[in-house]
């Protein structure tokens, strides 16, 4: 092994995970720090719920209840699904493709950072006590007029963090582009590979106009920019379209892979190819594309008139025909396999009804008169968690226990597994189905109390009380993690026994340069092609083993971002303190410094000799022994 993999001890353990720029590492910290955010935007539903349990309760006040729907629905979005899905795809595509790493390791690592002190910058407003309270939203007409720091803190986090996501979509883009190993053609890729590159390519285009709404909100709110206030010639309403030509497709950035994760749960343990993979790619795609054809289907309360409204309740309706057309082909995989009900497939299969569910109701929201009855009310609440809960969170899930053993070297608990999924199923379904009823009779979405005797207390008991079941077994989930990693009982490289893609071909977890000589891809499904054929290796290579080129890690992409989470303090503050500004200048002139460090400094890498390889693969067939 080469002198970076042997580093022992705490501080040597610690610096080599902060200047990391190994795409399994920086996917593993991403897992981490999605993971610490789902707790915390759990914490604050949970909170949510308990508020809302009763009638007339006062738990929290109203100023607090809204702080803490804001920031529990910028969490999870920004936060916490997006990042943990970024941890997936870290993790898993460079080996999918069979590739060494991602094409740009150091801006991989960057944008890990920028999301790390993105979130933490938002979050810091607790501790300021000035919370954003304007909705995830974040509506020109409230956000203007939020009273303090609170907003500030929103759009600051939020332009890092973003800045971070718009790096790694670009970044695996030119990965599947450029790095897929000889004979991976783009229609024999798997389809947890595709939907990362289709939710890549949304990246790209949904992001920059968030990024510029933040601009100009962060430019109205400390220069008295005017961009959306209407009483200085500005445009409230195109808060709203910039908003939603983002968030529209963010409901795609998350769910795209959601469906790659289930692709590759329903082949495996259905022991069979993925039933019509060329019409599930072709979907993908067109998912992609109408993604960014319906975003005023938010906005069909807003008096758009009725052209525009009949367009995109058109548009609703046919990006439902891809997803249908997914929703079709798992089914046939399902049939006829040889079907084994692990953890994993548990949640592909209670992911199919449930995100049925939330697509149906949110054609239902296709159609602007009834949208006209139902958009404030907690039918849209309902609705939005079916499709988040019920196809991401699933997803998430169901990638954790299926990729963790590749991860990490150790395979959960599937007893404590199908616990999780018991506890966690019933209490989503207890906990937002009876909120389309809800929505039906007349409650309101973001009230903070409501009154006795108007037919609700029953129905938010209930919701309450499936929302407590989610937390248990979320918890018993975190036990689960902690019982396998302090057993740490390792497993070998295709732990399942039925993988059909490349990463179950190297160990568990895979060597930092992962694969010992460049894979050669025969067809889709490339690793069955191998076990069918009976071949011992799993692999074959397509040149022979040579001396392989890494980068050097380094410690310059968290100090650029520390330079950004400095300077937006010094933003905030700068036209009320002394120090605003200095603050602002300091924090940028670091991080400018350190672009300089990166830019100027002549870092070649190093080399694993064939030598060390061969060492390490004959260790490898000894530990097989």
């Not at 929290?60 to 997936?88: C, E, K, Q, W, Y």
């Not at 024999?188 to 990024?211: N, Y």
């Not at 009949?310 to 089914?331: C, D, E, S, Y």
């Amino acid at each position: 092994m080469s002198s970076v993999a042997q580093k022992s001890g705490f501080g040597a353990t610690l610096w080599d995970w902060l200047t990391t720029v190994d795409h399994k590492k920086i996917g593993i910290l991403y897992l981490l720090g999605g993971l610490f955010f789902f707790v915390l935007g759990g914490i604050e539903a949970m909170i949510i719920r308990l508020q809302l349990m009763t009638p007339n309760n006062d738990l929290v006040s109203a100023g607090l209840f809204n702080d803490l729907i804001t920031m529990h629905g910028t969490t999870m979005i920004f936060l916490a699904a997006m990042p943990i899905l970024f941890g997936f795809m870290n993790a898993i595509m460079p080996l999918q493709i069979g590739a060494r790493d991602v094409a740009f390791p150091f801006i991989n690592s960057l944008g890990f950072w920028m999301f790390a002190f993105g979130g933490l910058f938002l979050n810091i407003s607790w501790l300021f006590g000035e919370v954003p309270d304007a909705g995830w939203t974040s509506y020109a007409s409230l956000s203007l007029h939020s009273p303090g720091h609170g907003v500030d803190f929103y759009a600051i986090g939020l332009q890092i963090a973003g800045g971070g996501t718009l790096m790694a979509g670009i970044n695996f883009l030119v990965t599947i582009i450029n790095m897929r190993a000889p004979g991976m053609t783009y229609m024999r890729m798997p389809l947890f590979t595709w939907t990362t590159f289709v939710a890549s390519a949304v990246i790209l285009f949904a992001f920059p106009p968030l990024t510029i709404g933040l601009f100009f909100l962060t430019f109205d709110r400390m220069f008295s920019g005017n961009f959306f206030d209407h009483t200085m010639g500005g445009n409230t309403i195109i808060w709203e379209h910039i908003f939603w030509i983002f968030g529209h497709p963010e409901v795609y950035i998350l769910i795209l892979p959601a469906f790659g994760i289930f692709s590759e749960v329903f082949s495996v343990f259905s022991r069979k190819r993925l039933f019509g993979y060329t019409a599930m790619v072709f979907a993908t795609v067109l998912i992609g594309f109408l993604g960014f054809m319906v975003w005023a289907h938010h906005m069909f309360t807003v008096g758009l008139g009725p052209t525009a409204n009949a367009i995109f309740a058109v548009a609703t309706m046919a990006i439902a025909v891809p997803t249908g057309v997914k929703i079709f082909n798992w089914l046939l995989t399902i049939w006829g396999g040889s079907i084994k009900v692990t953890t994993p497939m548990l949640y592909a299969l209670g992911f199919i009804p449930s995100f049925v569910m939330g697509g149906v109701t949110g054609v239902m929201q296709g159609a602007a008169p009834l949208d006209y009855q139902l958009h404030d009310s907690y039918f849209i609440v309902a609705h939005f968690h079916y499709v988040i809960v019920g196809g991401v969170v699933l997803a998430i899930f169901a990638g954790l226990h299926y990729w963790w053993p590749k991860m990490f070297g150790t395979m959960l608990s599937e007893f404590l597994g199908k616990i999780t999924f018991v506890f966690f199923f019933i209490g989503f379904h207890m906990t937002f189905l009876i909120q389309h009823w809800l929505g039906f009779w007349g409650m309101p979405r973001r009230v903070w109390t409501f009154m006795d005797g108007q037919g609700w207390n029953i129905a938010n008991m209930v919701s309450t009380i499936g929302a407590l079941l989610m937390a248990i077994g979320f918890t018993v989930m975190v036990i689960n993690i902690i019982m396998t990693t302090v057993k740490n009982e390792r497993v070998g490289n295709d732990p399942w026994g039925d993988g059909r893609t490349l990463e179950w071909a190297i160990p568990s977890p895979p060597p930092f340069y992962n694969f010992p000589a460049t894979p050669l891809v025969r067809g889709l499904d490339t690793l069955w092609i191998e076990k069918m054929e009976g071949s011992k290796e799993m692999i074959t290579p397509a040149e022979p083993i040579t001396d392989i080129h890494m980068p050097h890690g380094s410690i310059i992409p968290m100090l650029m971002t520390l330079g950004l989470f400095i300077a937006g303090f010094g933003a905030m503050f700068q036209q009320e303190t002394s120090w605003g500004l200095g603050v602002l200048i300091f924090g940028l002139a670091f991080t400018f410094v350190a672009m300089a460090t990166r830019s100027l400094k002549d870092d070649l890498g190093y080399y694993v000799t064939k030598e060390q390889i061969l060492q390490d693969q004959e260790n490898i067939k000894r530990g097989r022994n």
